[in-house]
């Protein structure tokens, strides 16, 4: 393999996180200093994605930050179960929510400076904060059984242009991630950044579109790779992982980093094996030649 390990260190390591704390903490002042929501209703703000889960790469710049809805809630009960519960529709919701904090981010910042996208609201940099990426959501409960506290906390969303209803669980996500690194030495967000790296310069050559490898598939698909594998140099561990997804067992049963959902599906949520493969034939290619 023409890659040496002195490049796996380097693209090993980790970003820059200047400008990620002030930008969520200007999102969070944005939102503290609106005076328009009713009373009662609360939110909490709050870093996800790399920059969140420290496996950011020089090349990363937008921040995901999440403004989450907490005074009420989705979930994924039938009306006979919320009954059970005593679960009651709230009078404050999800677009209630959306509509007054994009009324918040436009007085804060000028609405020259917002971008509502399908999922999120993109937020333009400036001279002290990153461009950022906004999802407005409301805490979501996927019970597991009809008891008061068996569910999953994670957070609900819906596109503003699909009307697609959309579910995920970045804090079980981050949480997760922390808890596998710890069980490989703390290798296994810098090989996430190896392999980050790696797509970065796959898509710069034309060897595969941006789209064909996610980063959070990336991090996810790298989370089902048995810990004994995260051992070694650098170089020692790319070898490992990749022989354990070339020959390992099946992927049928690989689940995204919350543990809750397959990686695999035909929704734009979830991930294909095809393109899978195709990410890990032209990563091995790449560090042949």
Same mark, same amino acid.
């Given at each position: 393999m023409g890659i040496t390990d002195k490049q796996f260190k380097t693209w090993a390591k980790q970003g820059a996180i200047t400008g990620s704390k002030a930008t969520a903490d200007s999102i969070k002042n944005a939102v503290n200093s609106y005076d328009g929501f009713p009373e009662g209703v609360t939110? *909490?703000?709050?870093? $996800?994605?790399?920059?969140?889960n420290s496996t950011n790469i020089y090349s990363e710049s937008d921040v995901d930050i999440?403004?989450?809805? =907490?005074?009420?809630?989705?979930? #994924?009960?039938?009306?006979?179960q919320k009954n059970q519960l005593g679960i009651y529709s709230a009078d404050y919701g999800l677009s209630d929510f959306r509509r007054d904090v994009i009324d918040c981010l436009a007085d804060y910042y000028g609405l020259e400076n917002i971008n509502p996208d399908n999922k999120v609201i993109k937020l333009v940099a400036s001279s002290n904060r990153r461009p950022a990426d906004i999802l407005i959501c409301t805490s979501y409960r996927e019970y597991y059984k009809v008891e008061k506290d068996a569910y999953? #906390?994670?957070v609900y969303f819906k596109t503003t242009q699909t009307n697609k209803n959309c579910y995920s669980f970045p804090k079980r996500h981050y949480q997760n991630a922390v808890d596998k690194n710890k069980a490989c030495d703390g290798n296994f967000k810098p090989m996430g950044r190896v392999f980050k790296n790696l797509n970065r310069i796959l898509i710069e050559q034309g060897h595969i579109e941006a789209k =064909?490898?996610?980063?959070?598939?990336? %991090?996810?698909?790298?989370?089902?790779?048995? *810990?004994? #594998?995260?051992?070694g140099s650098y170089y020692d $561990? @790319?070898?490992?992982?990749? %022989?354990y997804l070339v020959n390992g067992s099946s992927w049928d049963d @690989?689940?995204?980093l919350n543990g809750l959902?397959?990686?695999?599906?035909d929704e734009k949520e979830r991930? #294909? $094996? *095809?393109?899978?493969?195709?990410f890990l034939r032209k990563t091995v290619n790449y560090c042949q030649n």
């Open positions: 939110n *909490d703000v709050f870093i $996800q994605g790399s920059y969140k999440v403004v989450e809805l =907490t005074s009420s809630f989705v979930n #994924n009960l039938n009306p006979s999953h #906390n994670g =064909t490898a996610p980063s959070y598939f990336i %991090e996810c698909f790298l989370s089902n790779v048995p *810990d004994e #594998n995260y051992s $561990q @790319f070898i490992n992982i990749l %022989e @690989f689940k995204c959902r397959s990686i695999w599906g991930w #294909n $094996q *095809d393109d899978a493969l195709k």
